[in-house]
């Protein structure tokens, strides 16, 4: 791993595993560490964050804890968590340490695997993905201490587009992790941890490391540092619904492209942003970033587009050595036709 990186840490589980009470632990307990956590909550309460707030550790700032709340994590990759990520990189002083915690709901994978986002992948590594399990609730033959609130939560998010049955779900998340925490074993005995480390097991082909835990507390040193390097081994954690697409060819849908396409002067940037929408529409772009050179004009315009939404504004005046251009970087997955994409956009020079 790059140690020039910094290392990002996935903690997923159901609803009432234990992730948030562990987290504030870790926080509590970081050692000087400056951590950055970023929350994928449901709703506009934000609960999740109020708590961490209170938490009064010196790494707990307002400004180091970051909520998304436009739905579950794993299905707003593009248009939430890589904007958030990059907002987070492009901070004068940088989190020594980023901790992501995920909802109940979602899918590791597909999160993991924005890690290979160009800007991303650069900057960042994936430490570890950690599974917190409720083992009170395993052991009664549950995977979650309450079912109805799980599907209650899964009904509340629109923009949920995976239906997985909490079983496979729970597969899932074992299924991605590097490391699970069996959590609430003091509610449990001996026989008890027994089945349930079996259960666990048996869910899983890959077999991460278990480790037994209480009201969440596992130290920092545990948690961080595991050196992993997730995102290079995403294809070897495959979920059930990426399972049953499969056609018997070889699948790369989780990596990014992305290329520079130039051009000279724009006439009419109105027009040329629209057109741009129509593209990126057509042609399933995630990101459209970069620089237009706008006839007439002594300012640049800078163009940020995620998913069909294009924010523009002139930013500053080109210098007087500059050369001026238009200058776009196009980022999608790698099924994306590189060379229509380039083509339709060179048309409106």
């Known amino acids: 791993m790059n140690q020039q990186k910094i290392p990002a840490t996935v903690i997923t589980g159901f609803l009432g595993a234990g992730k948030t009470t562990m987290i504030r632990n870790l926080l509590t307990n970081a050692g000087g560490k400056k951590i950055a956590l ?3 909550e449901f709703g506009d309460l934000g609960v999740d964050g109020d708590v961490l707030k209170g938490c009064g550790a010196e790494n707990c700032t307002e400004d180091d804890i970051i909520e998304l709340t436009n739905g579950c994590i794993c299905c ?3 248009d939430d968590f890589i904007p958030t990520m990059t907002k987070l990189l492009e901070r004068e002083q940088r989190p020594d340490h980023i901790v992501i915690e995920t909802s109940g709901l979602a899918l590791p994978q597909p999160l993991v ?3 290979n986002w160009p800007d991303i992948r650069t900057q960042v590594t994936v430490d570890g993905v950690i ?3 409720d083992s009170a609730a395993v052991a009664a033959g549950r995977f979650a201490d309450d079912h109805d609130a799980v599907d209650a939560r899964r009904a509340e998010d629109e923009s949920l587009d995976h239906e997985s049955p909490i079983e496979e779900l ?7 992790a590097d490391l699970i925490v069996l959590n609430k074993t003091d509610l449990i005995d001996a026989a008890g941890l027994v089945r349930v480390r079996d259960e666990v097991a048996s869910r899983t082909v890959r077999k991460p490391v278990m480790i037994e835990a209480r009201n969440g507390e596992v130290s920092a040193g545990i948690l961080l540092g595991l050196g992993i390097g997730t995102e290079d081994d995403v294809a070897n954690r495959k979920s059930h619904h990426e399972l049953e697409h499969e056609d018997g060819a070889p699948h790369d849908h989780d990596e990014f492209d992305s290329f520079v396409v130039e051009l000279g002067p724009i006439a009419d940037s109105a027009g040329f942003v629209e057109a741009l929408k129509s593209i990126i529409a057509a042609h399933d772009v995630l990101r459209l970033k970069g620089f237009v050179d ?6 640049r ?3 940020q587009a995620v998913g069909s939404r294009i924010d523009h504004y002139f930013d500053r005046a080109w210098g007087a050595s500059e050369k001026r251009a238009t200058r776009l970087v196009v980022i999608g997955l790698h099924e994306m036709d590189e060379g229509a994409v380039r083509a339709a956009i060179e ?3």
């Open 38 to 40: 970023i929350i994928n």
């Open 76 to 78: 707003t990759v593009a």
């Open 347 to 349: 048309a409106l020079a």
């Open 131 to 133: 599974t917190v399990v």
């Open 294 to 299: 706008v006839s007439g004009k002594p300012m």
């Open 113 to 115: 695997a924005a890690f």
């Open 170 to 176: 729970f597969e899932d998340q074992l299924t991605c």
């Open 301 to 303: 315009l800078q163009l």
